[in-house]
């Protein structure tokens, strides 16, 4: 295999796309570019927009108003069938009628490929999947791992500049899912063409992107890298969609450079302030907290605050430790095994920098979308 | 449950009598066609094959076979076509509206045969429709029609639409993956529309008496009015041979669908 080419992919322009279903809007103003070769992830709740959005890429589903751009053409109005873009579903989708053989010849059948071309891509694409030995079974023959490594196979032979995924990997068991994730990133890179990939799983959109957009009630909050998602959450949702996090709340003070908030009679202090009028909460994620005993001499400049442990979790490599903070709310740390352990209900103090901590502004519907 | 032996035998000999009950009727035509005497009486009298050469050889017999053959084949390709897009539209209409169209629809069988005969034969003497193929094929595709669009429908039910997006998304305009992915999908529904479409027709006796006359019969016709005019064995010969057509019709393709089950599974 040749090493990926970026010219094979097309770009995605989206630009304030929407769609409404009488009154309820499921995408609200979306505006997106994917680059050429660009492994693409839209994240988030269900309800969020972002199949929606793959739908209207796809040509399944019309916009009500913006543009879209798929490789610089315009294709708003252009029929699915026509738009030349390989698309697999979560339930596979495969035409139980035709052998595994035929399934993945479709598309080339349709496009008039002549049969030695046409078998000769369909055995290299069964290869790519490695499901080169099932080309004469049936789909109700296949697990449920197989039928999908078959349906990649069936959308990439045809050579699509795009190719988009909706939750492929939803209706299988982890083990097989980790596993997939790889053999999609090594086809990824192997074929060079632009991923779209539609997933609720924050892990799965890690582990696979180059980018990720996030998606909440039909809008995009941010677009970035795992990385950048991470560190930098730039909103709420954002900081408490992607990994573990912790967020408090309280009587907020803030001066020129610095905001303290006050949780319970405690005072801890970040070293950042937001602009505008919302109410700050603090984001901090479990790396950045550190668990001790109570009375144990802390970092110098650390903030503290006392709880108890409410639930203590063995994960292997480390402990998750949740704690019961004095107001009610939990923290979420995570320790190495190297350190000290806790027991339930043992008086706690949990350290952390200023710096550490991510200031937002508060939005109550950040909670309430979380599964 | 376990079931104890002697009701095990008890439960045996009951569905065997039950059996013999649903069958005995159809098989005593068996014996009468081969007797001797012109009689219907049973049990026959002696071996002959008289009634089977009448069969063969009398006009009467042979022609309104084959009007029946002509009409039923006709009737079963019409409604099979009209019935399978009337299922398909109200698949892919509106809930609400669609179950009415379907009701509408399905008229003929709940309306009772004769009260839709004296309709059609009223209907027919205007358009002078009466004894011509037009007029039965068209009486008969009444009657067939519901049977398609059930079995149509049923097929459709369970058709995972989604195989046709996904059909599209590798390139399928809608006739195309209509033709290589839902037709192929939907066809044992549809072939059991025709077989049902084939046998409303082909034994249809009700309307067919109304709009009949004497220059073009079909066999249930000629049947019903040979045996109210003279008790001829013949009718016991036709009876035995559609019923070795039927059975080996149905048997053989029952055995061909579990086959092809078997293959796929």
């Not at chain 1, 203590?312 to 190495?336: H, N, T």
């Not at chain 2, 049902?196 to 009015?225: G, H, M, R, W």
Request: with cysteine.
């Amino acid at each position: 295999m040749k090493p990926a080419q970026q010219s094979k992919g097309a770009a995605i322009d989206l630009e304030s796309v929407s769609k409404a279903y009488g009154g309820f809007k499921a995408l609200d103003g979306v505006s997106l570019r994917i680059e050429p070769g660009e492994f693409m992830t839209l994240l988030g709740p269900s309800g969020s927009g972002k199949t929606t959005t793959l739908n209207v890429v796809a040509g399944f589903t019309d916009l009500t108003s913006g543009k879209l751009l798929v490789g610089g053409k315009n294709v708003v109005g252009v029929p699915a069938h026509k738009r030349n873009i390989g698309v697999v579903f979560q339930h596979y989708a495969l035409f139980p009628h035709m052998s595994v053989g035929r399934n993945v010849a479709y598309p080339l059948t349709l496009r008039g490929v002549d049969q030695a071309t046409r078998q000769a891509r369909v055995a290299r694409a069964l290869d790519m999947v490695k499901m080169g030995d099932f080309a004469h079974r049936y789909p109700s023959e296949l697990s449920g791992g197989q039928q999908q490594r078959v349906a990649l196979a069936r959308a990439i032979v045809f050579d699509p500049p795009l190719l988009l995924m909706d939750e492929p990997l939803g209706a299988l068991d982890k083990k097989l899912r980790e596993w997939l994730q790889l053999e999609i990133k090594r086809i990824h890179r192997e074929l060079g063409t632009t991923f779209v990939y539609v997933t609720h799983d924050q892990e799965e959109a890690l582990v696979l992107s180059d980018r990720i957009a996030v998606f909440n009630r039909g809008r995009i909050e941010q677009v970035g890298t795992g990385r950048q998602l991470y560190d930098e959450p730039a909103t709420l949702f954002v900081g408490r969609f992607i990994g573990d996090s912790t967020v408090l709340r309280g009587e907020a003070r803030s001066d020129g450079t610095s905001t303290a908030l006050t949780i319970a009679g405690e005072t801890v202090t970040a070293s950042t302030r937001i602009n505008g009028d919302a109410r700050p909460v603090m984001l901090l994620r479990p790396e950045k907290l550190a668990i001790r005993r109570p009375g144990q001499s802390a970092a110098d400049g650390a903030n503290r605050l006392s709880g108890t442990i409410a639930e203590a979790i063995y994960l292997g490599s480390e402990s998750k430790y949740e704690v019961k903070l004095a107001d009610g709310s939990a923290a979420i740390v995570r320790s190495p095994l190297t350190g000290e352990s806790f027991g339930l209900g043992e008086p706690v103090e949990l350290c952390f920098h200023g710096a550490d901590a991510k200031l937002l502004a508060d939005d109550s519907t950040a909670d309430t979308t979380l599964t | 449950m376990e079931i104890k032996p002697l009701t095990r035998v008890i439960l045996g000999l009951v569905c065997l009598l039950v059996a013999i009950w649903l069958v005995a009727p159809t098989l005593v035509v068996v014996p009468m066609s081969f007797n001797e005497n012109k009689s219907l009486a049973f049990p026959p009298q002696g071996f002959s094959w008289q009634w089977y050469q009448n069969f063969f050889t009398n006009p009467d017999w042979s022609s309104s076979f084959l009007n029946s053959l002509k009409v039923a084949s006709v009737v079963a390709v019409l409604a099979t076509v009209l019935g399978t897009l009337a299922a398909f539209g109200l698949d892919r209409m509106k809930a609400g509206s669609a179950n009415l169209l379907r009701m509408l629809m399905l008229t003929p069988m709940v309306v009772p045969g004769v009260v839709l005969a004296i309709g059609i034969y009223a209907v027919y003497l205007d358009t002078h429709l009466v004894g011509t193929l037009l007029g039965f094929v068209l009486a008969h595709t009444i009657l067939a029609l519901p049977f398609v669009l059930i079995a149509v429908s049923a097929s459709l039910e369970v058709f995972d639409r989604r195989l046709e997006t996904a059909a599209a998304s590798l390139g399928a305009g809608a006739l195309t993956a209509f033709r290589t992915v839902t037709l192929p999908l939907i066809l044992p529904g549809i072939l059991s529309g025709l077989l049902f479409a084939f046998a409303t027709s082909f034994d249809e006796i009700v309307v067919s008496l109304f709009i009949t006359n004497p220059y073009l019969k079909t066999l249930p016709v000629q049947i019903f009015s040979s045996i109210t005019r003279d008790a001829d064995p013949t009718v016991a010969a036709v009876g035995t041979i559609l019923l070795f057509a039927t059975t080996i019709l149905i048997g053989g393709g029952m055995l061909l669908l579990g086959r092809e089950r078997k293959g796929r599974q």
